[in-house]
Protein backbone atom coordinates (compact mmCIF):
# COMPACT_ATOMS: atom_id res chain seq x y z
CA UNK A 1 0.00 0.00 0.00
CA UNK A 2 2.52 2.57 1.14
CA UNK A 3 4.18 1.61 -2.85
CA UNK A 4 0.71 2.67 -4.53
CA UNK A 5 0.52 5.72 -2.17
CA UNK A 6 4.10 7.39 -3.13
CA UNK A 7 3.28 6.85 -6.77
CA UNK A 8 0.14 8.74 -6.20
CA UNK A 9 1.43 11.16 -4.95
CA UNK A 10 3.94 11.56 -7.60
CA UNK A 11 1.28 11.56 -10.13
CA UNK A 12 -0.21 14.94 -8.00
CA UNK A 13 3.13 16.53 -7.83
CA UNK A 14 3.83 16.54 -11.30
CA UNK A 15 0.28 17.48 -12.35
CA UNK A 16 0.96 20.84 -9.96
CA UNK A 17 4.26 21.51 -12.14
CA UNK A 18 4.44 23.94 -15.24
CA UNK A 19 4.15 21.52 -17.88
CA UNK A 20 0.96 20.67 -16.76
CA UNK A 21 -0.90 22.95 -14.87
CA UNK A 22 0.90 26.37 -14.99
CA UNK A 23 -0.14 28.64 -12.51
CA UNK A 24 -1.07 25.58 -9.70
CA UNK A 25 0.16 27.08 -6.82
CA UNK A 26 1.63 24.88 -3.63
CA UNK A 27 2.42 25.97 0.04
CA UNK A 28 5.75 26.71 0.71
CA UNK A 29 6.94 27.57 4.32
CA UNK A 30 10.07 29.35 4.97
CA UNK A 31 11.71 30.63 8.13
CA UNK A 32 12.03 34.22 8.08
CA UNK A 33 14.60 36.97 9.32
CA UNK A 34 12.60 36.92 13.18
CA UNK A 35 12.70 32.60 13.26
CA UNK A 36 8.96 32.19 12.24
CA UNK A 37 7.89 30.05 9.79
CA UNK A 38 6.36 31.90 7.15
CA UNK A 39 4.21 30.41 4.17
CA UNK A 40 3.66 31.50 0.79
CA UNK A 41 1.86 30.19 -2.45
CA UNK A 42 4.07 29.52 -5.51
CA UNK A 43 4.34 27.21 -8.53
CA UNK A 44 6.34 24.29 -8.89
CA UNK A 45 8.73 24.16 -11.63
CA UNK A 46 9.65 20.66 -12.11
CA UNK A 47 9.75 18.15 -9.69
CA UNK A 48 12.09 14.92 -9.55
CA UNK A 49 9.15 12.75 -7.80
CA UNK A 50 8.85 13.82 -3.86
CA UNK A 51 12.33 13.25 -3.61
CA UNK A 52 13.59 16.95 -4.84
CA UNK A 53 11.01 20.18 -6.04
CA UNK A 54 12.11 23.06 -8.16
CA UNK A 55 10.93 26.21 -7.87
CA UNK A 56 11.35 30.18 -9.80
CA UNK A 57 11.71 32.88 -7.41
CA UNK A 58 13.71 36.23 -7.42
CA UNK A 59 16.63 36.49 -5.53
CA UNK A 60 15.51 40.27 -4.46
CA UNK A 61 11.92 38.70 -3.37
CA UNK A 62 11.09 37.59 0.20
CA UNK A 63 11.59 33.98 -0.46
CA UNK A 64 15.00 34.68 -1.95
CA UNK A 65 16.32 36.24 1.11
CA UNK A 66 14.37 33.73 3.40
CA UNK A 67 16.17 30.64 1.30
CA UNK A 68 19.36 32.68 1.56
CA UNK A 69 19.34 32.90 4.96
CA UNK A 70 17.58 29.92 6.82
CA UNK A 71 17.76 26.34 4.44
CA UNK A 72 15.06 24.53 5.93
CA UNK A 73 11.38 24.55 4.93
CA UNK A 74 8.53 22.82 3.98
CA UNK A 75 6.35 22.09 0.82
CA UNK A 76 2.55 21.73 1.29
CA UNK A 77 0.19 20.06 -1.54
CA UNK A 78 -3.72 19.78 -0.72
CA UNK A 79 -7.11 19.07 -1.85
CA UNK A 80 -9.81 18.80 0.61
CA UNK A 81 -12.46 17.94 -2.18
CA UNK A 82 -14.17 15.30 0.08
CA UNK A 83 -17.54 15.52 -2.07
CA UNK A 84 -15.26 13.46 -4.68
CA UNK A 85 -13.29 11.58 -2.32
CA UNK A 86 -9.94 12.74 -3.43
CA UNK A 87 -8.96 14.18 -0.51
CA UNK A 88 -5.07 14.51 0.15
CA UNK A 89 -2.77 16.25 1.95
CA UNK A 90 1.36 16.03 0.95
CA UNK A 91 3.74 17.53 3.55
CA UNK A 92 7.17 17.01 2.52
CA UNK A 93 9.79 18.36 5.11
CA UNK A 94 13.75 19.66 4.09
CA UNK A 95 16.21 21.89 3.14
CA UNK A 96 16.99 24.32 0.36
CA UNK A 97 19.43 25.74 -1.83
CA UNK A 98 19.62 28.98 -4.53
CA UNK A 99 20.81 27.97 -7.50
CA UNK A 100 22.00 30.32 -10.21
CA UNK A 101 23.48 28.35 -13.24
CA UNK A 102 22.75 29.72 -16.27
CA UNK A 103 21.47 25.85 -17.64
CA UNK A 104 19.75 25.10 -14.79
CA UNK A 105 17.91 28.38 -14.91
CA UNK A 106 17.15 27.75 -18.52
CA UNK A 107 16.19 23.89 -17.87
CA UNK A 108 13.56 25.15 -14.96
CA UNK A 109 12.28 28.61 -16.97
CA UNK A 110 9.04 28.28 -18.26
CA UNK A 111 6.36 31.19 -19.92
CA UNK A 112 4.67 31.75 -16.56
CA UNK A 113 7.80 33.58 -15.02
CA UNK A 114 8.06 35.74 -17.85
CA UNK A 115 5.80 38.50 -16.43
CA UNK A 116 8.40 38.91 -13.05
CA UNK A 117 11.22 38.54 -15.28
CA UNK A 118 11.80 40.87 -17.89
CA UNK A 119 14.84 39.66 -19.53
CA UNK A 120 13.62 36.27 -19.43
CA UNK A 121 16.36 33.60 -17.58
CA UNK A 122 19.20 35.64 -18.03
CA UNK A 123 17.60 38.05 -15.63
CA UNK A 124 19.93 38.55 -13.07
CA UNK A 125 17.53 39.01 -10.12
CA UNK A 126 16.04 34.98 -11.42
CA UNK A 127 17.07 32.06 -9.52
CA UNK A 128 15.90 28.48 -9.15
CA UNK A 129 14.70 27.21 -5.54
CA UNK A 130 15.87 23.60 -4.96
CA UNK A 131 13.71 21.95 -2.21
CA UNK A 132 15.37 18.54 -1.59
CA UNK A 133 13.16 16.30 0.58
CA UNK A 134 14.27 15.11 4.25
CA UNK A 135 10.80 13.25 5.46
CA UNK A 136 7.50 12.98 4.07
CA UNK A 137 3.78 12.20 5.12
CA UNK A 138 1.68 11.15 2.69
CA UNK A 139 -1.99 11.26 2.91
CA UNK A 140 -3.95 10.77 -0.09
CA UNK A 141 -7.53 9.53 -1.21
CA UNK A 142 -8.66 9.55 3.06
CA UNK A 143 -6.57 5.89 2.88
CA UNK A 144 -3.80 5.11 4.36
CA UNK A 145 -0.99 7.94 5.65
CA UNK A 146 3.01 7.29 4.72
CA UNK A 147 5.44 9.07 6.61
CA UNK A 148 9.39 7.81 5.68
CA UNK A 149 12.49 9.76 5.40
CA UNK A 150 15.65 10.13 3.25
CA UNK A 151 17.64 10.89 5.86
CA UNK A 152 20.93 9.33 5.74
CA UNK A 153 20.26 8.23 2.11
CA UNK A 154 22.29 10.22 -0.92
CA UNK A 155 20.70 10.50 -3.84
CA UNK A 156 23.32 9.28 -6.62
CA UNK A 157 22.69 12.25 -9.34
CA UNK A 158 22.32 10.49 -13.20
CA UNK A 159 24.97 11.47 -15.77
CA UNK A 160 24.16 14.37 -18.07
CA UNK A 161 24.09 13.17 -22.06
CA UNK A 162 25.14 15.79 -24.71
CA UNK A 163 26.46 14.98 -28.03
CA UNK A 164 30.04 16.27 -29.50
CA UNK A 165 30.80 17.46 -32.47
CA UNK A 166 34.36 17.35 -33.45
CA UNK A 167 36.03 19.22 -36.89
CA UNK A 168 39.33 18.81 -38.82
CA UNK A 169 41.33 21.15 -39.92
CA UNK A 170 40.30 23.78 -37.57
CA UNK A 171 36.78 24.36 -39.00
CA UNK A 172 34.73 24.60 -35.71
CA UNK A 173 34.57 28.15 -35.58
CA UNK A 174 33.27 28.59 -39.04
CA UNK A 175 30.68 25.60 -38.06
CA UNK A 176 29.78 27.34 -34.82
CA UNK A 177 29.01 30.24 -37.02
CA UNK A 178 26.98 28.08 -39.23
CA UNK A 179 24.97 27.29 -36.43
CA UNK A 180 24.21 30.46 -35.07
CA UNK A 181 22.92 31.97 -38.15
CA UNK A 182 20.71 28.41 -38.79
CA UNK A 183 19.44 27.86 -35.58
CA UNK A 184 19.93 30.71 -33.19
CA UNK A 185 22.46 28.82 -31.19
CA UNK A 186 24.37 30.45 -28.39
CA UNK A 187 28.30 30.06 -27.24
CA UNK A 188 28.11 29.15 -23.65
CA UNK A 189 31.62 28.25 -22.96
CA UNK A 190 34.80 28.55 -25.16
CA UNK A 191 38.21 27.56 -24.49
CA UNK A 192 40.83 27.37 -27.29
CA UNK A 193 44.14 25.40 -27.11
CA UNK A 194 46.42 28.33 -26.70
CA UNK A 195 44.26 28.98 -23.73
CA UNK A 196 44.57 25.22 -22.11
CA UNK A 197 46.93 22.38 -23.57
CA UNK A 198 48.01 20.13 -20.47
CA UNK A 199 47.67 17.33 -23.31
CA UNK A 200 50.35 18.50 -25.20
CA UNK A 201 48.65 18.72 -28.78
CA UNK A 202 50.51 22.30 -29.81
CA UNK A 203 54.15 20.76 -29.61
CA UNK A 204 52.87 18.44 -32.17
CA UNK A 205 50.61 21.33 -34.24
CA UNK A 206 51.63 24.58 -33.45
CA UNK A 207 48.98 25.47 -36.33
CA UNK A 208 46.13 24.99 -33.69
CA UNK A 209 46.61 27.30 -31.30
CA UNK A 210 43.49 29.34 -32.16
CA UNK A 211 41.66 26.13 -33.09
CA UNK A 212 38.86 25.48 -30.29
CA UNK A 213 39.98 22.92 -27.80
CA UNK A 214 36.64 22.61 -26.19
CA UNK A 215 33.17 24.78 -26.28
CA UNK A 216 29.51 24.76 -25.55
CA UNK A 217 26.53 25.63 -27.36
CA UNK A 218 22.73 25.70 -27.01
CA UNK A 219 19.96 25.46 -29.87
CA UNK A 220 16.48 26.08 -28.26
CA UNK A 221 16.95 23.66 -25.07
CA UNK A 222 19.63 21.19 -25.95
CA UNK A 223 22.94 21.70 -25.36
CA UNK A 224 25.93 20.42 -27.30
CA UNK A 225 29.67 20.20 -27.33
CA UNK A 226 32.15 21.03 -29.92
CA UNK A 227 35.69 20.98 -30.49
CA UNK A 228 39.08 20.74 -33.20
CA UNK A 229 40.28 18.10 -33.58
CA UNK A 230 44.03 19.01 -33.19
CA UNK A 231 45.47 15.69 -34.14
CA UNK A 232 43.55 15.92 -37.26
CA UNK A 233 43.05 12.13 -36.91
CA UNK A 234 39.45 11.88 -36.18
CA UNK A 235 37.81 9.76 -38.52
CA UNK A 236 34.58 9.36 -40.82
CA UNK A 237 32.02 7.98 -38.59
CA UNK A 238 33.59 9.55 -35.30
CA UNK A 239 32.87 13.23 -36.00
CA UNK A 240 29.64 12.83 -33.86
CA UNK A 241 30.44 11.00 -30.26
CA UNK A 242 28.40 10.60 -26.98
CA UNK A 243 29.57 12.68 -23.61
CA UNK A 244 28.56 11.73 -20.35
CA UNK A 245 29.26 14.35 -17.66
CA UNK A 246 29.59 13.59 -14.08
CA UNK A 247 30.26 15.73 -11.08
CA UNK A 248 32.80 13.92 -9.72
CA UNK A 249 36.21 12.31 -11.01
CA UNK A 250 35.29 9.21 -8.87
CA UNK A 251 32.20 8.78 -10.90
CA UNK A 252 34.15 8.76 -14.17
CA UNK A 253 36.74 6.74 -13.50
CA UNK A 254 33.98 3.81 -11.90
CA UNK A 255 32.41 4.40 -15.39
CA UNK A 256 35.59 4.06 -17.06
CA UNK A 257 36.04 1.31 -15.48
CA UNK A 258 32.86 -0.48 -15.95
CA UNK A 259 32.96 0.00 -19.43
CA UNK A 260 36.47 -1.64 -20.02
CA UNK A 261 35.65 -5.09 -21.00
CA UNK A 262 36.04 -5.56 -24.59
CA UNK A 263 36.79 -2.03 -25.02
CA UNK A 264 39.15 -0.09 -27.61
CA UNK A 265 41.13 3.08 -28.11
CA UNK A 266 41.44 3.44 -24.16
CA UNK A 267 42.28 7.21 -22.62
CA UNK A 268 42.26 6.60 -19.09
CA UNK A 269 41.26 9.29 -17.00
CA UNK A 270 43.03 12.74 -16.60
CA UNK A 271 43.08 16.28 -16.24
CA UNK A 272 42.31 17.99 -19.70
CA UNK A 273 42.30 21.82 -18.86
CA UNK A 274 38.82 22.03 -19.49
CA UNK A 275 37.85 19.46 -17.06
CA UNK A 276 39.51 17.88 -13.84
CA UNK A 277 39.11 14.32 -15.27
CA UNK A 278 38.35 13.24 -18.72
CA UNK A 279 38.01 9.99 -19.98
CA UNK A 280 37.94 8.13 -23.53
CA UNK A 281 36.72 4.59 -25.03
CA UNK A 282 35.33 2.72 -27.55
CA UNK A 283 33.58 -0.04 -26.04
CA UNK A 284 32.77 -3.78 -26.73
CA UNK A 285 30.44 -2.60 -29.95
CA UNK A 286 31.88 0.23 -31.24
CA UNK A 287 30.62 3.28 -29.82
CA UNK A 288 32.80 5.80 -29.03
CA UNK A 289 32.36 7.76 -25.59
CA UNK A 290 33.70 10.57 -23.36
CA UNK A 291 33.49 10.32 -19.96
CA UNK A 292 34.43 13.58 -18.10
CA UNK A 293 33.55 16.26 -15.43
CA UNK A 294 31.64 19.39 -16.78
CA UNK A 295 30.02 22.04 -14.78
CA UNK A 296 30.07 24.39 -17.92
Known sequence: MSKEVINKAIQIINSKTAAENMGAGVALTLIDSEGYPTTSCIS???ADGI???????????????????????SVCIFDDDFESSSYYNITLVGNVEIVTDPEIKKEVWY????????????DPDYAVLRFITKRYNLWVDLGEG??????????????????ILIYKNGECSNAMELYKKAFGAVTTSLIRYKDSDPEGYLVKNPAA?????????LIGNQSILVCDDA?????????IQIVLEFDTAEEVEA???AMLEGATNLTPPHNAGY??????????????????????
Open 44 to 46: ISK
Open 51 to 73: REILFGIGLSSNKGKRAKDYDRA
Open 111 to 122: EGLAEHFEQGAA
Open 146 to 163: VKGSFEGVQKKSAPRFEP
Open 209 to 217: SDWIMNAGM
Open 231 to 239: TNDTKTGDH
Open 255 to 257: VYN
Open 275 to 296: SPSVAYLTDAYGIPWQLMVWHG
